[in-house]
């Protein structure tokens, strides 16, 4: 049962559902096509893009993104061709169609030298040509983090998960803890830090032991490793609070400010995959769950329809449900079949919400909730009235869409939609602003 994470006194209780999936190994699945976007984050054609018919293999070079980012394909198998595609973050997408042969062949990059004898500009780029990013749920391009002239004396390692139903982190964290110190040596280097920080829910017993048993070996022994174990409230999980409890700082807007970077812990075992064995970002954890017949994790190569997934799961209980990409709190809601992506860490099949909203009551209730400070209700108004500048000066785009608003509404408003709603309208606004300056 995790606990809010208030700054009022309120500690309502969020169900976590975990124990649907967190006793259970996962197990690995290949759907028979998978979907890879060919455009970039800006809906752009991505650069140097493969062919239609070409043969492909896991890691095989789709094309490049904005700031050349590399993406590749997730499994070997055959190009068939373009097809719109509505995506796990709700936007329609050209993809590349491709055909799973099932042999999972991979074409790997030059493993990493010594760590010795490797150069922080080869870890850097080695960390850029992964396409890793951050699997939590951002899916913002890891490497970007370690762009920075600031110091950095904390590499903090998020093994929190602290969004309801998700296990993918624990399931496959505890088997493959040894990818994560396979990449530990070389962040060192790259970065100076004086320690290296494991954050985890103190109840997550199986994870903190397979990390202890990893540090105990014999070339592990010299990191400055610790294990910082973490209460179980919502959102821990949350960058902001996990750097208040193990550092007990704070900073405006990113961890570097306070001197660390916090990375998701898939996101650094898929670093530690391709610094030693030369693996990229292909496949990814999903954990399925909710009112299906057979709740799992799945590791299964990124780009699989949802619909793939739950079937896989014995197919929903329900004949009518509302599907979810991520965790209730953050997620976010489909009315049809949708294309996971590296960022997804979750599908959920959950009942129907039939309450009806009511007026908003101005209890108060979402401020005192939020892990940010915000005042929800008044960006709800600012929105409502189209307020731009309003909407600026009470830091809508600060939100990171924890859901708490939402939860604890009595009036059963959507109040975290209402919040991301803000920030597209501020995001509409900056583009124009830069449009119009040129």
């Not at 649907?20 to 197990?27: F, H, N, P, S, V």
């Not at 829910?201 to 397979?210: F, P, Q, S």
């Not at 108004?381 to 500048?389: C, H, I, P």
């Not at 309003?390 to 785009?397: I, M, T």
Request: net charge positive.
């Amino acid at each position: 049962m995790g606990l809010h994470f208030l700054k009022s006194a309120l500690s309502l209780p969020i169900p976590d559902h975990k124990e649907l999936t967190i006793g259970r190994a996962y197990e690995e699945y290949q759907p028979s096509v998978v979907y890879i976007p060919a455009v970039d984050a800006h809906n752009q054609p991505l650069k140097n893009l493969i062919a239609d018919g070409e043969k492909v293999y896991k890691g095989t070079l789709i094309g490049y993104g904005v700031d050349d980012f590399p993406v590749y394909s997730s499994v070997s198998g055959r190009v068939l061709g373009h097809k719109l595609m509505m995506m796990a973050d709700g936007k329609v997408r050209d993809c590349l169609e491709i055909e799973n042969d099932k042999q999972s062949q991979w074409v790997l990059k030059p493993a990493l030298k010594r760590v010795d004898r490797c150069t922080k500009e080869e870890i850097l780029a080695a960390i850029k040509d992964s396409g890793a990013i951050g699997f939590g749920g951002a899916g913002f391009p890891t490497y970007r983090k370690y762009l920075t002239d600031k110091p950095i004396d904390y590499i903090i390692i998020n093994a929190v998960e602290c969004e309801p139903y998700l296990t993918t982190d624990f399931c496959y964290g505890r088997s493959h803890m040894a990818e994560l110190f396979f990449a530990l040596p070389y962040l060192l280097k790259l970065t100076n830090a004086k320690r290296i920080v494991f954050a985890v829910k103190k109840d997550r017993e199986a994870l903190i032991e397979a990390a202890k048993i990893e540090a105990r070996k014999k070339n592990n022994r010299s990191l400055p490793f610790v294990i910082k174990t973490l209460p179980d409230r919502y959102p821990m999980g949350y960058e902001r609070s996990i750097v208040r409890e193990v550092l007990h700082k704070e900073y405006k807007a990113l961890p570097i400010e306070a001197g660390a970077v916090v990375n998701n812990l898939y996101t650094l075992m898929t670093l530690g995959k391709r610094f030693v064995l030369g693996q990229v970002a292909a496949d990814r954890c999903i954990t399925v769950s909710g009112e299906v017949f057979a709740p799992k994790d799945l590791l299964v190569p990124y780009g699989a329809l949802a619909s793939d997934l739950i079937n896989r799961c014995g197919g929903p209980k329900l004949e009518q449900f509302v599907l979810l990409n991520g965790g209730p709190m953050c997620g976010n809601a489909h009315d049809s079949d949708y294309v996971t992506q590296l960022q997804s860490n979750g599908v959920l099949v959950l009942p129907p919400q039939n309450a009806k909203p009511e007026p908003c009551w101005h209890c108060g209730m979402c401020i005192d909730n939020c892990p940010m400070g915000l005042q929800p209700v008044q960006i709800q108004l600012a929105l409502k009235s189209g307020n731009v500048e309003r909407l600026r000066k009470l830091d809508a785009a600060m939100c990171v869409n924890c859901g708490l608003c939402t939860f604890v509404c009595p009036s059963k408003i959507d109040v975290a939609a209402n919040i991301q709603r803000a920030k597209e309208l501020l995001r509409e606004s900056a583009s124009a602003q830069k449009k119009g300056g040129k």
